[in-house]
């Protein structure tokens, strides 16, 4: 991550003590009070009908969560695309493609690798790229990627992400925290999704539900898992087990690191060495000459690895002479599956 990103999250998470980072909180807090205010009238506003809401012609699904960045909502774009394309419907992938201002952004080059037959167009005007996806791709069924917040397509079902690592984004809304919205908006929800829940404990698990059914009462709660299923490189694949019990020099640029850091260690590599960017971060040339010498300074016998999101904005297979892999990642479902089958069957009417 970039010095300021590394240095925001630590803020605000209460790593950084002392008087200063103390005033900057306070700053923060007081920041996210306008923010807040209007988070809650521009929803009030939807709620009331006052704000216009468009309907497509074929059925919604969203995909989004509450925070900023990091609760997994690749993988679970992939798995919904997916199931509707196991049911033979033509699936489009909407998306505002957040950091693409030179072309496709990392989440939507991860999605046409891995799911090579379904469009997916991005823009500012989601309404508009329905339209697209309806009237000249002839679509049945579009999945608005990140999308709980863009209240003006309408949808059939809601799927809100909740990271059992980290589910309230802090507990404080934007600056001071990580949440987009007050997690009452989580009322909302069709169906509330844990990932990461193999990263924390029963009980923690078991009040993440209660938070849950406290904030959307009979709303399904679905517990999944981020599984590692590969290593890739370019065309190339490797079994996982090239990992255990080796030293690995690991980067990526992505809103929970932590999370990638662990799923390394969960599947016995060493992490001898670890370099973090900002999520979605733009590799330049510089950026690139320093990986190179970065990965040639690490242990011959180790392995260089990233995450696919990080591997399709560099289209490297070697770094500094060594091999460079990336760890493809699918959604599995651990708790809940016929809930959320039935749920996205009912969101097709």
């Not at 390394?264 to 590599?269: E, I, K, S, V």
Request: glycine share 10%; with cysteine.
């Amino acid at each position: 991550m970039t010095a300021s990103g590394d240095y925001y999250r630590a803020l605000v998470s209460g790593q950084r003590r002392g008087l200063w980072p103390g005033v900057q909180r306070g700053g923060l807090r007081l920041a996210s009070v306008p923010y807040g205010w209007a988070t809650r009238w521009r929803n009030w506003l939807y709620d009331l009908g006052w704000k216009t809401t468009h309907r497509a012609a074929v059925p919604v699904v969203s995909v989004g969560n509450l925070t900023l960045g990091g609760t997994g909502k690749t993988p679970c774009v992939e798995y919904v695309a997916d199931f509707f394309r196991q049911l033979d419907l033509r699936v489009a992938l909407l998306s505002r493609g957040y950091g693409s201002a030179a072309g496709r952004n990392d989440e939507a080059l991860v999605l046409e690798e891995n799911l090579p037959d379904v469009p997916h167009l991005q823009g500012p005007d989601r309404v508009a790229l329905a339209s697209v996806a309806v009237e000249e791709l002839e679509s049945e069924v579009l999945v608005l990627d990140d999308g709980f917040q863009h209240r003006r397509l309408a949808r059939n079902l809601d799927l809100v992400l909740v990271d059992a690592t980290d589910p309230w984004g802090q507990g404080q809304l934007f600056p001071r925290g990580l949440l987009r919205e007050a997690p009452a908006g989580l009322r909302r929800a069709g169906i509330v999704v844990l990932t990461r829940c193999d990263q924390v404990d029963d009980a923690r698990r078991e009040q993440l539900r209660l938070d849950a059914g406290r904030l959307a009462p009979a709303v399904p709660v679905v517990e999944t898992t981020h599984r590692p299923v590969a290593l890739v490189n370019g065309g190339a694949a490797a079994p996982l087990e090239r990992l255990r019990e080796q030293p690995v020099a690991a980067f990526c640029g992505i809103g929970n690191p932590a999370a990638f850091r662990r799923t390394l260690a969960d599947l016995g590599a060493t992490v001898a060495a670890f370099r973090t960017f900002a999520d979605h971060h733009p590799y330049t040339r510089a950026d690139v000459e320093d990986l190179r010498a970065w990965a040639q300074r690490q242990e011959a016998a180790g392995v260089v690895i990233t995450t696919q999101k990080d591997l399709v904005k560099l289209r490297l297979t070697q770094l500094g002479g060594r091999e460079l892999w990336a760890l493809r990642i699918r959604l599995h479902v651990t708790a809940g599956q016929e809930a959320l089958d039935r749920k996205l069957k009912e969101a097709l009417g």
